[in-house]
């Protein structure tokens, strides 16, 4: 019989076995991490489930939950992506080898594969064939690799395809057939007209191509690609000029260079959206003929265009042509315009807000450098009858880190911007970072009062910002 023993307040404890009690305690762990186990809400999901959750980490992390329990020692050999980098030179091929034996899905929805060396490129070539037999959807491919054989040209089942190599040469000598092809983005490819228009032909349902540093294309005829509305291209080197035929586009974003000859848009006459950019590295030279021959006529193949949007450094041109006198502006049609400021682009600002008279939304987007010195702010407030604040080393639009950042001189810039637009109905204003809090707050204070007296609603927003919006509608 068990004894009993008092704790000096009429409470009792029972007084066992010691032995007796450990083993008792023991079953007691075992039955609380069965129990655990049963109440595992994510390993008792469905398989397909868990293999779908995986396919949103890198492979290498979904192999590892392997060694998780038998329940999850083969599941990740059946998601439906796939991601494979090169990590290192030794032993790379041994793993991807491995890999791709213990994998048993059937259908691959997306497969990676990078690769930042070119030991291996004879067995590259099985790899890639190993995702096209299980009908891959998405396929994305940075290749050290001098070409790619035929039988990559001959598919039925990729639907975006992303191939990058400033080795590869894309030169198809079969037909090509993609014939479920819908997004082709191309980066650093050795690709030219003849072989390109191959891949166009055989491409009939492709609506969406991007080409970054293909400079090798002289030509894009996009004629033939009706179904084609997003085009894409940033360019570094076309030293031969670029003519872009491209009628059924209804989007372009274009980030090109000076060239000793001139891009040209032959035809995007169903353009309903542009943004345009200069490479950074050309600003050095600028000069007139430049802005004559190429800025200019890209503005006027545009001016039709709704929905239009202007880098950085496309502004720095638009005023540096401001600047010199004698040049005719197109009058544009946008009814929304977003512009993408840093330094010196005051001139360019007010050249295109004077020639958009249909102007319905405007988005002003600061990077975080100096967009507009006092002293060139006074100048345009001047023209417009409104009173600069007197403050020295004025900068509106600049690094919001920066203590020379006063918010009346945004606000200044925001009353020219009205006073310049007519038709304006909305303005969106999204500055760089700013960490002196109060200095956005007195910013928000000013905002409602040029909203009510223009009639226009004003957005303004920082971004890292504690106050991240605010809105105004007075009318």
């Not at 494979?84 to 091929?93: H, K, S, V, Y």
């Not at 500055?431 to 957005?459: A, C, W």
């Amino acid at each position: 019989m068990a004894g009993k023993v008092g704790n000096g307040d009429g409470a009792t404890a029972s007084i066992r076995n010691p032995s007796h009690y450990f083993s008792n305690h023991r079953r007691k762990i075992k039955r609380a991490r069965v129990s655990s186990e049963d109440l595992d809400s994510i390993s008792s999901l469905p398989d397909e489930i868990l293999q779908v959750i995986l396919s949103f980490i890198p492979t290498k992390d979904a192999i590892r939950t392997s060694v998780l329990s038998r329940r999850w020692r083969h599941i990740w050999c059946d998601i439906p992506s796939l991601s494979i980098f090169q990590e290192g030179c030794t032993n790379a091929r041994e793993s991807i080898e491995k890999i791709l034996s213990r994998y048993t899905a059937r259908k691959m929805m997306s497969f990676e594969l990078h690769l930042i060396w070119n030991y291996y490129y004879p067995y590259v070539y099985s790899w890639i064939e190993f995702a096209m037999y299980r009908n891959v959807e998405n396929l994305s491919l940075t290749l050290c690799i001098e070409d790619i054989p035929d039988f990559f040209y001959i598919n039925s089942s990729v639907k975006q395809l992303y191939v990058k190599s400033g080795y590869t040469k894309l030169d198809p000598k079969c037909s090509v057939s993609w014939t479920s092809l819908k997004i082709l983005s191309l980066h650093t490819c050795n690709i030219y007209d003849e072989p390109f228009a191959k891949i166009l032909s055989g491409s009939p349902n492709l609506e969406t191509l991007r080409l970054y540093f293909c400079d090798e294309l002289c030509v894009l005829d996009l004629s033939n690609s009706p179904r084609l509305k997003t085009l894409e291209i940033e360019s570094e080197h076309w030293l031969q000029g670029a003519k872009i035929v491209a009628p059924h586009i209804h989007s372009l974003r274009l980030r090109f260079t000076i060239s000793d000859f001139p891009y040209t848009l032959v035809d995007v006459s169903s353009l309903t959206e542009a943004e345009l950019d200069i490479d950074p590295g050309s600003l050095r030279k600028l000069n007139s003929s430049f802005l004559q021959t190429i800025v200019l006529k890209i503005l006027e193949k545009v001016q039709n265009v709704e929905k239009l949007t202007f880098g950085e450094n496309f502004l720095k041109a638009l005023s540096h042509l401001a600047d010199l006198h004698g040049f005719p502006f197109p009058k544009l049609k946008a009814k929304v315009l977003t512009l993408e400021t840093t330094q010196y682009v005051i001139s360019g600002i007010v050249r295109v807000l004077q020639n958009s008279p249909e102007l319905k939304k405007l988005i002003v987007r600061t990077i975080d450098c100096d967009a507009m010195r006092k002293e060139n702010l006074d100048n345009y407030l001047d023209v417009y009858g409104l009173n600069p604040y007197q403050c020295s080393e004025a900068r509106v639009f600049g690094n919001m880190y920066r203590t020379s950042v006063e918010s009346k001189h945004v606000a200044l810039f925001m009353e020219l911007v009205l006073k310049i637009t007519k038709t304006l109905e909305k303005m969106v204003v999204r500055l760089g970072p700013y960490r002196n809090t109060r200095v956005f707050e007195e910013l928000l204070q000013m905002v409602p009062v040029l909203s009510h007296d223009n009639k226009v609603s004003i957005v303004l927003s920082s971004t890292k910002s504690r106050i991240s919006e605010n809105k105004w509608t007075t009318f």
